[in-house]
């Protein structure tokens, strides 16, 4: 009797494990970056060889992710930088928090786009690729605007 108690417990408490597993597969959607970009735009450049781009990278998501580089067909190289106080420097990487956003600003953390093919002209657009370090990579077409525009929302 005692062995069939045993094996009368063990399917119920298998049977709690595995719903728990299942229940825990389903809350991991919740544990993923969920990224999106808005904002985004390059001010005409006055140089033929370099220009600055600006966008906000927001996640909704509830893992954090990090934006690891960014490529385009219209430039030989596309540069993170962050600037703290008054120092600009490039970095490898940037923080995407979860349920946060990653800014890029005039005046903060910015693309570079180094040695142009082309230079952009107001009007038209650049298409760049953000890589990160989990989600997959996020394909934007960045507006080329006026040298002076200031945008009125968004950063």
Known sequence: MAA???RLLAVPIAAITG???LAGCGSGSDE???LSVRA???PQPVSDTMAAGFLTIVN?????DELTSVTSTAADSVTLHETVGSS???VASLDVPAHGQLVFKSGGNHLMFEKLKSKPVQGGTVTVELHFAASDPVEVAIPVKSATYTPNTGH
């Open 88 to 90: 600009m420097e490039e």
């Open 40 to 42: 985004a735009y390059i």
């Open 4 to 6: 069939g108690t045993t």
């Open 60 to 64: 909704e998501g509830g893992a954090k």
């Open 19 to 21: 719903t728990l597993l």
């Open 32 to 34: 993923r970056a969920e």
